[in-house]
């Protein structure tokens, strides 16, 4: 990382690495403790390395997300970042006034009322006693505890907890703001509340958000880092960073090796179509008015079980076909969409199921299903090469424009399968609907009932 890069960077982290001695005995500690002591090289532990060689920096008012599994080292490097831990090597660097929400609860007094928290952490953070009362009100408001505010905090639900710590951390006017999982505790409409705040209020404070919940990803961060065994395998857009870390989940499911760190990475039945592959002259089949689509391929070396070799979009309106080559077309509701998908396979597959996905600009899923979702059962499929036509209704779904997924797994379940290859961006359609839809998607009323009860 280059001076000049991150001489205005609200963040800097540099090659930091968090090494921990674990010992596999209890006494093994008192006997290494010894051996340093007379100068003796045995050594009764061994290393672990949660953090390996990690480096980037943020911009002011930037938005990052770092996803990874369990034990991938996310939450030890947010730690770092805020100072409750110390790296082993590298350095942090910090600009402004830095507020953390990390373990529920994290700072609080259980015997202190939530109004006696606020004020003291606030005091912590730097703010003045005029500030910290002006501010009071809000954080009572954003918090929605009522009377609990003056209540002890040992009282308090998680739900009520998080509610406290989200508010106190948002509301001192922090210029950096860290979340560790925070929000996966609050139920659905303090999340859509925080996640209105983050969007209209925060759009100037530079925000690193650790969480599993993708979906979140793509609604609030403008850049994505991805961990993988302490390393940072993936660094860049969202919707291609969540593409990448499936990628990799799948891929490790199947047995098959870790993802390299980045300036190697490869990634096993990733298919997104490239601009090559979307302007290339297609090949017609004997089906009307479908076109398949030949993918670029894989620049894995590891064997494939399963791979969609084409891939294809035509939508049907007043009995006339139109393919989906890669242009944008406009559907309105009714329309029928069909989707032909040419799997390979080089192993047999008990219980095949096939599905699509709409995502909207920003990555959220829209609507989608799969063959078992819909009751069509497809297998068993021996090795080879196999053919399969999707056909639905374009639904009544808000103006926008939406990008189609399709999937491969193998299961009985239409939620708990094993997926094994998708590809993404086959076809970007713009839904252009007859009349207002609120909210996502029109659900007519089905009834109206109307009784007069009186005359006041």
Request: aromatic fraction near 8%; proline fraction near 6%; charged fraction near 20%.
């Given at each position: 990382?280059?001076?000049?890069?991150?001489?205005?960077?609200?963040?800097?982290?540099?090659?930091?690495?968090?090494?921990?001695?674990?010992?596999?005995?209890?006494?093994?500690?008192?006997?290494?403790?010894?051996?340093?002591?007379?100068?003796?090289?045995?050594?009764?532990?061994?290393?672990?390395?949660?953090?390996?060689?990690?480096?980037?920096?943020?911009?002011?008012?930037?938005?990052?997300?770092?996803?990874?599994?369990?034990?991938?080292?996310?939450?030890?490097?947010?730690?770092?970042?805020?100072?409750?831990?110390?790296?082993?090597?590298?350095?942090?660097?910090?600009?402004?006034?830095?507020?953390?929400?990390?373990?529920?609860?994290?700072?609080?007094?259980?015997?202190?009322?939530?109004?006696?928290?606020?004020?003291?952490?606030?005091?912590?953070?730097?703010?003045?006693?005029?500030?910290?009362?002006?501010?009071?009100?809000?954080?009572?408001?954003?918090?929605?505890?009522?009377?609990?505010?003056?209540?002890?905090?040992?009282?308090?639900?998680?739900?009520?907890?998080?509610?406290?710590?989200?508010?106190?951390?948002?509301?001192?006017?922090?210029?950096?703001?860290?979340?560790?999982?925070?929000?996966?505790?609050?139920?659905?409409?303090?999340?859509?509340?925080?996640?209105?705040?983050?969007?209209?209020?925060?759009?100037?404070?530079?925000?690193?958000?650790?969480?599993?919940?993708?979906?979140?990803?793509?609604?609030?961060?403008?850049?994505?880092?991805?961990?993988?065994?302490?390393?940072?395998?993936?660094?860049?857009?969202?919707?291609?960073?969540?593409q990448f870390y499936t990628a990799l989940h799948m891929r490790e499911r199947a047995g098959q090796h870790s993802a390299e760190p980045v300036g190697g990475v490869t990634v096993t039945n990733e298919r997104p179509l490239s601009d090559a592959a979307v302007g290339a002259e297609p090949a017609v089949t004997g089906t009307p008015g479908v076109i398949p689509r030949p993918l670029p391929e894989s620049s894995s070396t590891?064997?494939?079980?399963?791979?969609?070799?084409?891939?294809?979009?035509?939508?049907l309106r007043d009995g006339e076909m139109h393919p989906l080559n890669g242009e944008m077309w406009a559907a309105t509701p009714g329309d029928e969409l069909r989707i032909e998908c040419t799997f390979r396979l080089t192993v047999p597959v008990e219980a095949p199921i096939v599905g699509y996905l709409m995502r909207d600009r920003v990555g959220n899923a829209v609507f989608g299903q799969n063959s078992i979702g819909s009751?069509?059962?497809?297998?068993?499929?021996?090795?080879?090469?196999?053919?399969?036509?999707?056909?639905?209704?374009?639904?009544?779904?808000?103006?926008?424009?939406?990008?189609?997924?399709?999937?491969?797994?193998?299961?009985?379940?239409?939620?708990?399968?094993?997926?094994?290859?998708?590809?993404?961006?086959?076809?970007?359609?713009?839904?252009?609907?007859?009349?207002?839809?609120?909210?996502?998607?029109?659900?007519?009323?089905?009834?109206?009932?109307?009784?007069?009860?009186?005359?006041?």
């Amino acid at each position: 990382m280059s001076s000049e890069a991150s001489g205005s960077a609200a963040v800097v982290v540099e090659h930091v690495s968090k090494e921990y001695r674990v010992y596999s005995k209890p006494h093994y500690r008192v006997l290494d403790s010894v051996a340093a002591k007379i100068g003796s090289s045995k050594s009764y532990s061994f290393r672990v390395r949660a953090v390996n060689d990690v480096s980037f920096s943020l911009e002011p008012g930037s938005s990052v997300a770092i996803i990874g599994r369990n034990g991938s080292g996310k939450s030890t490097l947010l730690e770092m970042i805020t100072g409750t831990l110390t790296p082993t090597a590298g350095r942090i660097e910090l600009r402004g006034r830095l507020s953390a929400l990390l373990e529920l609860g994290a700072g609080f007094n259980p015997d202190f009322s939530g109004r006696a928290n606020y004020r003291l952490n606030a005091s912590i953070l730097g703010l003045d006693p005029d500030q910290i009362r002006a501010k009071e009100p809000e954080v009572e408001a954003f918090a929605d505890l009522g009377g609990f505010i003056d209540e002890p905090v040992r009282t308090y639900s998680s739900g009520m907890y998080v509610r406290l710590a989200f508010a106190t951390a948002v509301h001192v006017d922090p210029e950096i703001l860290l979340i560790d999982e925070a929000l996966a505790v609050g139920d659905v409409f303090f999340q859509q509340k925080c996640y209105d705040f983050f969007a209209n209020k925060l759009a100037d404070v530079t925000k690193v958000l650790v969480t599993h919940d993708l979906a979140s990803v793509a609604k609030i961060a403008d850049r994505c880092i991805v961990m993988d065994q302490g390393s940072m395998v993936f660094d860049g857009a969202p919707l291609d960073a969540i593409q990448f870390y499936t990628a990799l989940h799948m891929r490790e499911r199947a047995g098959q090796h870790s993802a390299e760190p980045v300036g190697g990475v490869t990634v096993t039945n990733e298919r997104p179509l490239s601009d090559a592959a979307v302007g290339a002259e297609p090949a017609v089949t004997g089906t009307p008015g479908v076109i398949p689509r030949p993918l670029p391929e894989s620049s894995s070396t590891a064997p494939e079980l399963v791979s969609i070799t084409t891939v294809a979009g035509s939508l049907l309106r007043d009995g006339e076909m139109h393919p989906l080559n890669g242009e944008m077309w406009a559907a309105t509701p009714g329309d029928e969409l069909r989707i032909e998908c040419t799997f390979r396979l080089t192993v047999p597959v008990e219980a095949p199921i096939v599905g699509y996905l709409m995502r909207d600009r920003v990555g959220n899923a829209v609507f989608g299903q799969n063959s078992i979702g819909s009751d069509f059962t497809l297998g068993p499929w021996a090795p080879g090469v196999h053919r399969v036509i999707l056909q639905l209704n374009w639904p009544e779904v808000d103006a926008g424009e939406y990008v189609l997924t399709v999937g491969f797994g193998n299961g009985h379940h239409p939620h708990h399968h094993e997926p094994l290859a998708w590809v993404q961006g086959v076809a970007a359609i713009t839904s252009t609907p007859q009349r207002p839809v609120h909210g996502m998607v029109n659900n007519d009323l089905t009834a109206i009932e109307v009784t007069r009860l009186g005359d006041d």
